[in-house]
C-alpha cells in the first residue's frame, strides 16, 4: 500500500484506537501512572522498559501526538514541549554544553535570538550569528573545533525569507555537525526540511498547528539521520555512558531513537518542560485541519501581498510567492504549494507612520502572536525585537518601519477592506 498523503496523515496517525476504544485521542489528565510491583517501575527508571511513570517526563496523550507530528515531518521520533522557545533550547542544549559552539543564522525570531546570544552565553554556550545569505566559503570559516549545530528557520520570522535549506545541510554535514531547522511558518504541510538534508526540525506549535490561539506548545523531531557515533569526540553526551542512568551510551543502546530518548530521559527529566496533556489534545484537533487551513491561509496572503503591492502608500512588500521576491526561487524550489501566511512591509513616511497605520485597523488586531485563524499584526522593532540594538536589528534584517502581518482566516475581501480604510487614514 502507497504512502498516505499529508491530509490524511494529518487525522489518523500517532494514534490507532482499537475495538472499543476511544476514537479520539483521549486526555490522560494524569501526573502518575500505578504499578504492581517495585521492580517494574524500577525497569522503568532504567530505560530498560518502555512505559509511564509521571507525566513530566512522558504522557500518553502527547506521545500519540507527537507521533503524529514525526510522521508529518518524516521523523522517526518527537516530544512535546511546554512552549515553542522550549523546543529550540533543547533541541540545541541536548548537543551542547559549556564551552560549546553553535552557528545559527541572524534572521529568527528575535526571543529565539535572545534566548541563543545572551540565555546560553551565560550557560557558556557561544553563538555565533551569520547572515544566511553569506558565500558558503564565508561560513566555513566561523566552524570551530568545537562547533556542535547549525541552526536556521525556514521561513524566517518576521522578515519572511526561505532559508536554503540544502545549502546548511552540506556546509553543517561537511564539517560533522546536524543542521536543526524551525519549521514553524512552512509546517510540514508546506516542507519537510528532511527531504531537503536537515537532521532535526523544531516548531512552536503555538502557531499554525494550534491553529487558534488555544494552547502553548512545541515540538522537536528528530530524522535519525544524523551518525552520532561517526562523530562520537564530538557529541559524548550522546556516545559516552550516561551516569545518571547507569552507564547507557545513548547511541548505542537506542540507534535512530538516542536523539530524542536522550531529550525526554535527561533533560525533561531535569528540565521539566512538558506540554500538558490537555494542551497536547488541542494541538491534536488542529493538526486535523491543518492542511486545509494552510491553503487558505496562504491563498489569502498572496491576495493581500498583491493589493499592499500595488498600494502607492505601501513602500516594500515581502513575501515569497511574489514573484518580485528575492526569496522567490528558493520558495519555488521549497515549497511549491504554498508558504505561509505570514508577510511584512512599511509604508512611505517609516517608523511613526507604519505604528500610526496600525491603530487605524478594525478586523486585524495588534497581538504578540502569529499564524493563527484570525488577522493579527505587530512592529517586531516595538515588540519582539525591543531588546534588540539598533545594530542587531538591521543584523537581524528588521527595518524599522516593518509591519509584520499574519493573514487569517477571514474572507481575504474584508482583510483587505480593513487596510485599506486604515491606509485612506494616512
Request: with cysteine; glycine share 8%.
Amino acid at each position: 500500500m502507497k504512502e498516505n498523503h499529508i491530509g490524511t496523515k494529518c487525522i489518523h496517525e500517532g494514534y490507532k484506537p482499537g475495538n472499543g476504544e476511544p476514537r479520539q485521542v483521549p486526555v490522560c489528565q494524569s501526573t502518575t501512572f500505578k504499578y504492581e510491583t517495585s521492580d517494574e517501575m524500577g525497569q522503568l527508571f532504567d530505560l530498560e522498559k518502555e512505559g509511564y511513570f509521571y507525566t513530566r517526563l512522558q504522557n500518553p496523550t502527547n506521545d500519540a501526538v507527537a507521533a503524529k507530528i514525526a510522521a508529518l515531518e518524516g521523523g522517526v521520533a518527537a516530544m512535546l514541549t511546554s512552549s515553542g522557545q522550549a523546543a529550540n533550547f533543547m533541541a540545541v542544549f541536548n548537543i551542547c554544553e559549556a564551552g560549546d559552539h553553535f552557528i545559527s543564522s541572524s534572521s529568527i525570531y528575535g526571543g529565539t535570538f535572545n534566548l541563543f546570544t545572551v540565555t546560553m552565553k551565560k550557560m557558556g554556550i557561544e553563538c555565533t550569528v551569520i547572515d544566511q545569505d553569506m558565500p558558503e566559503e564565508e561560513i566555513d570559516k566561523l566552524f570551530k573545533p568545537n562547533t556542535k549545530a547549525v541552526f536556521g528557520e525556514t521561513i524566517t520570522n518576521p522578515t519572511v525569507n526561505i532559508f536554503d535549506i540544502e545549502k546548511f545541510a552540506g556546509i553543517a554535514h561537511k564539517h560533522g555537525v546536524p543542521l536543526i531547522v524551525d519549521n514553524t511558518f512552512a509546517t510540514p504541510v508546506n516542507c519537510r526540511p528532511f527531504e531537503w538534508g536537515a537532521d532535526i526540525v523544531t516548531h512552536s506549535t503555538t502557531k499554525y498547528m494550534d491553529g487558534h490561539a488555544a494552547g502553548v506548545g512545541g515540538c522537536i523531531v528528530d530524522s535519525g539521520n544524523f551518525d552520532w557515533m561517526a562523530y562520537a569526540d564530538k557529541f559524548p553526551g550522546l556516545t559516552t555512558p550516561d551516569e545518571s542512568y547507569h552507564g547507557i551510551t545513548y547511541a548505542e543502546r537506542f540507534g535512530k531513537g538516542a536523539y530524542i530518548t536522550k531529550a525526554t530521559a535527561q533533560l525533561m527529566r531535569d528540565l521539566g518542560c512538558i506540554q500538558s496533556p490537555q494542551n497536547a489534545f488541542y494541538l491534536n484537533l488542529g493538526l486535523e485541519s491543518l492542511h486545509l487551513r494552510m491553503k487558505q491561509h496562504c491563498n489569502s496572503a498572496l491576495a493581500v501581498a498583491k493589493y499592499l503591492e500595488s498600494n502607492s502608500k505601501v513602500a516594500w512588500v515581502k513575501y515569497p510567492a511574489l514573484e518580485s521576491d528575492t526569496s522567490y526561487n528558493l520558495y519555488k524550489k521549497y515549497m511549491p504549494e504554498g508558504s505561509c501566511g505570514v508577510l511584512c512591509f512599511g509604508l512611505k513616511g517609516g517608523r511613526d507612520v507604519s505604528v500610526g497605520f496600525m491603530d487605524k485597523l478594525k478586523l486585524a488586531s495588534i497581538e504578540t502572536h502569529v499564524a493563527d485563524s484570525r488577522t493579527c499584526l505587530l512592529h517586531p522593532a516595538s515588540h519582539t525585537h525591543r531588546q534588540m540594538t539598533e545594530e542587531q536589528l538591521a543584523e537581524a534584517g528588521v527595518a524599522p518601519d516593518l509591519i509584520r502581518f499574519s493573514v487569517g482566516l477571514e474572507d481575504p475581501e474584508d482583510i483587505i477592506a480593513d487596510l485599506q480604510q486604515a491606509l485612506d487614514c494616512i
